[in-house]
């Protein structure tokens, strides 16, 4: 059974302060890992993407990748209000295609 | 640059009916994958073709097909439609066949009375 599993919070930091989302994955064979931000009542935005083990940086959000503790995660510095949102974690558990296993979600609220 | 676009936005369909939903990927994207995602949690997948052929397909009964044009685009059927295929539809376009950053539409969000 493939699974991805995240807290579904809710998850509260203050505003200017770094929120941390954790996910992790039941196959270790697995190869990519994606991170969306998801606002109510919209579709997934793609926000980082990482294959290699360590930490991958892109503005405020940094991605960080664990495969022996098959465990992603994803940190965002100076948190704002606007980042309020359901953060998806995805895996790719397919080698010959794009089979994306979604967790539940993390929601995210960035208190002004 | 266009993203992905789907449609219809919204359908509204009464139990047995069956509905068409289309998309069309990024331009110079030739892989389209369908999600279902339904209140309250993550999408789930439901199948993919790249250069028109099937390269996955998700735990769904077989009133669900799907099939991808010449030109990239796709179409997601369902047949004998349920109360419980109530749900947004995600179509998702990448460039390659596998481990490739994924784009998704606006959706439809389909309504079953």
């Known amino acids: 059974q493939k699974e991805v599993e995240q807290n579904s919070g809710p998850l509260s930091v203050p505003e200017g302060a770094i929120a941390s989302l954790n996910c992790t994955y039941s196959?270790?064979?697995?190869?990519?890992f994606f991170w969306y931000r998801q606002y109510s009542g919209k579709s997934p935005e793609l926000i980082m993407f990482i294959y290699s083990n360590g930490d991958k940086e892109d503005g405020r959000f940094t991605a960080q990748l664990n495969k022996a503790s098959q465990y992603v995660s994803l940190l965002i510095r100076d948190s704002q209000p606007s980042d309020s949102a359901t953060y998806l974690c995805?895996?790719?558990?397919?080698?010959?295609?794009?089979?994306?296993?979604f967790g539940p979600g993390t929601r995210l609220s960035v208190l002004p | 640059d266009a993203g992905v676009t789907q449609s219809p936005t919204h359908l509204i369909k009464t139990r047995g009916q069956q509905v068409t939903l289309r998309c069309s990927p990024i331009?110079?994207?030739?892989?389209v994958s369908w999600y279902q995602q339904v209140l309250g949690q993550g999408p789930q997948f439901i199948f993919q073709y790249y250069e028109k052929e099937e390269r996955g397909r998700g735990n769904f009964p077989d009133r669900f097909s799907a099939r991808q044009f010449p030109n990239y685009s796709s179409e997601l059927n369902v047949n004998a439609l349920l109360l419980g295929d109530s749900a947004l539809y995600l179509c998702a376009s990448s460039f390659g066949p596998t481990n490739q950053p994924q784009h998704f539409g606006d959706g439809t969000r389909l309504s079953i009375l």
């Open positions: 331009s110079g994207h030739k892989s």
């Open positions: 995805a895996v790719n558990f397919s080698i010959y295609g794009q089979n994306f296993v």
């Open positions: 196959d270790r064979g697995s190869q990519s």
